[in-house]
């Protein structure tokens, strides 16, 4: 079946610091994944995506390498800022199932002091 | 292109009780998914709907139920509201296309 196993939080780091994220999947076939990101009282926000294998992902300096070898999808950042903190949340389609609805790791709770 | 609408943002409701809930995909999409956001749970997924037909269904009891119009809007009802269903019920447009789901801000249900 499909699943998203994602890093516990929360993560708390310094404006500046960099990012990772850890996500991993199980999954039938080849699904899309996507990042996700909520800020307090918000829905989520689609940070970036990738369909295949070895492709990159990436918005707003947020980067993520589709891994089928490893069946990774982690999250980076190079610099935070205080903006990005946030929740985050990794997910893949179950499209490729033939149902268009999307499986999601349990979030992690970024916090960046400045 | 607007974006997704749902409506209300909030509401208060009593055990027992039934709601509905609204939401308006964004232009040209005609494919809606629900999802409900709880802090023990996660989010899990409810049911999608396509041109007016429901495609996929989560594992969520029968109180919980939708549909889709014609022009793609659609709702949500939960009937007999139990305390355990507060929560944040996210509405996401489908663009079937590109297999990319946005979201709109969700409605934040309270059972009391």
């Known amino acids: 079946g499909n699943s998203v196993t994602q890093m516990e939080g929360p993560v708390t780091l310094s404006e500046e610091a960099f990012l990772t994220i850890n996500c991993t999947y199980t999954a039938t076939g080849y699904p899309s994944l996507f990042w996700y990101v909520q800020y307090p009282g918000e829905g989520l926000q689609l940070l970036l995506k990738?369909?295949?294998?070895?492709d990159k992902g990436s918005n707003k300096g947020f980067e993520a390498t589709y891994r089928k070898e490893t069946t990774s999808f982690h999250l980076e950042k190079g610099s935070v800022q205080v903006s990005d903190s946030a929740v985050y949340f990794c997910?893949?389609?179950?499209?490729?199932?033939?149902?268009?609805?999307?499986?999601f790791g349990t979030g992690t709770r970024l916090t960046v002091i400045p | 292109k607007a974006g997704v609408t749902q409506t209300p943002r909030y509401l208060i409701k009593t055990r027992g009780q039934q709601v509905t809930l609204s939401c308006s995909p964004i232009?040209?999409?005609?494919?809606v998914s629900w999802y409900q956001q709880t802090p023990g749970q996660g989010l899990q997924f409810l049911f999608e709907y396509f041109s007016e037909t429901q495609r996929n269904k989560g594992n969520f009891p029968g109180r919980f139920s939708g549909r889709q119009f014609s022009n793609s809007r659609s709702e949500m009802n939960v009937s007999t509201l139990e305390l355990g269903d507060s929560a944040l019920y996210l509405c996401a447009s489908v663009n079937t296309g590109t297999d990319t789901q946005y979201f709109g801000p969700g409605t934040r249900l309270t059972v009391l």
């Open positions: 997910a893949l389609s179950g499209r490729q199932t033939g149902a268009n609805n999307l499986f």
């Open positions: 232009s040209g999409h005609r494919s």
């Open positions: 990738a369909t295949k294998a070895d």
